[in-house]
């Protein structure tokens, strides 16, 4: 029975991603680095730890990770001052949605919790979660399941009761590592083959999750629905 859905944050709650992207392009760039869009959508949701020893095996130990990382953050704090922050189609609809059926939710994101709060909040959504849980509160980040293992903790909820939301490759196989149902909604990119092949079911949109809890609520959660689910959506 579904117990719980967890919501990573940008991406699926809000639409930060593809200004991310630019902003590490343009931070690099600055740099004297050729980042491109490529090199901005593997390293999505990808824990810090990992993320500067990626992009240096890239682009070579010169590549000042924490430097230009900084000046991505100051650009994309920039950008939501002057711009503010876009909510993801359906976000509110499916939010009330699951809490009108006594499904708990909670958002498990590689951003720090102070930003996280800022960003829920000036959205309007910050109240609407029982738990709000960082990757940074754990010891590893995603694509590594501690984060999930954590949310599920917090919830108090098994993994195998609750759905993980995501939109990026390292955010699906830390969810699927961590034992649960990963649904994905695309973002910036539509998922491998691999990826693919860890997958519940995909969404064009949040709404759509609707559909999973209806039919768990008429027929149970069997894993040949969501089988089902896939070679109807694929």
Not at 10 to 23: M, P, Q
Not at 136 to 163: F, H, M, R, S, W
Request: aromatic content about 12%; hydrophobic content about 40%.
């Amino acid at each position: 029975m579904i117990k719980a859905v967890i919501f990573d944050m940008d991406g699926v709650l809000i639409d930060t991603e593809k200004w991310l992207n630019i902003y590490w392009q343009q931070a690099a760039k600055e740099a004297g680095f050729h980042f491109t869009r490529e090199h901005g959508l593997a390293i999505r949701s990808l824990a810090t730890k990992y993320t500067g020893p990626y992009l240096q095996k890239i682009f070579g130990p010169e590549f000042d990770y924490e430097a230009i990382r900084a000046r991505r953050k100051q650009l994309m704090k920039e950008h939501i001052e002057k711009n503010g922050i876009e909510k993801k189609p359906d976000v509110d609809e499916i939010l009330d949605y699951l809490r009108s059926k006594n499904i708990k939710t909670a958002v498990a994101t590689a951003t720090d919790p102070e930003r996280t709060k800022q960003y829920l909040t000036q959205i309007g959504i910050y109240d609407k979660f029982d738990q709000l849980v960082s990757a940074t509160t754990v010891e590893n980040g995603k694509p590594e399941p501690d984060v999930y293992l954590y949310a599920c903790e917090q919830i108090g909820e098994k993994p195998k009761d609750c759905i993980a939301v995501e939109d990026s490759p390292n955010g699906i196989l830390s969810a699927y590592r961590a034992g649960l149902s990963v649904v994905m909604v695309p973002d910036l990119a539509e998922p491998d083959e691999e990826t693919a092949k860890l997958l519940y079911a995909k969404f064009d949109t949040l709404a759509g999750l609707k559909t999973i809890i209806r039919r768990e609520r008429t027929w149970g959660f069997p894993e040949f629905f969501f089988k089902c689910i896939k070679q109807l959506i694929y």
